[in-house]
């Protein structure tokens, strides 16, 4: 899964990921644009109670999500997780932050996200 740019997949049109392997020989990676600091994702920052930037920001706050870092949450009514990817301002921004839906993909210590 490569992305050149945060704009190929924003919360108006993200991606949808089948079949994520975060362990064994097949470890999936997702490789971010170079601004994009490389990181092991193993937990949440928390579950955002609708697909809206409103409410996803309630949980990618400026404290909890960077600048150029990348950051798992849960949507509330979705399957798996969701990995957003921070543009450069701290906090989400729905028009220029990457949103990835891994479906049916539970993050965990075990169960890992690799962002390269």
Do not use: H
């Amino acid at each position: 899964m490569n992305y050149n740019s945060l704009g190929e997949s924003l919360l108006s049109g993200f991606d949808v990921i089948q079949g994520y392997s975060g362990t064994g020989a097949s470890l999936d990676r997702i490789n971010a644009p170079g601004s994009i600091a490389p990181i092991t994702l193993t937990a949440s920052k928390g579950t955002a109670s609708a697909l809206t930037e409103a409410a996803i920001q309630l949980v990618l706050t400026n404290a909890a999500f960077a600048a150029n870092t990348a950051a798992a949450f849960t949507v509330t009514g979705q399957s798996g997780t969701f990995i957003a990817l921070n543009n450069g301002a701290a906090g989400f921004q729905a028009a220029s932050d990457a949103i990835i839906q891994l479906s049916g993909y539970n993050i965990a210590a075990a169960t890992p996200v690799v962002v390269i």
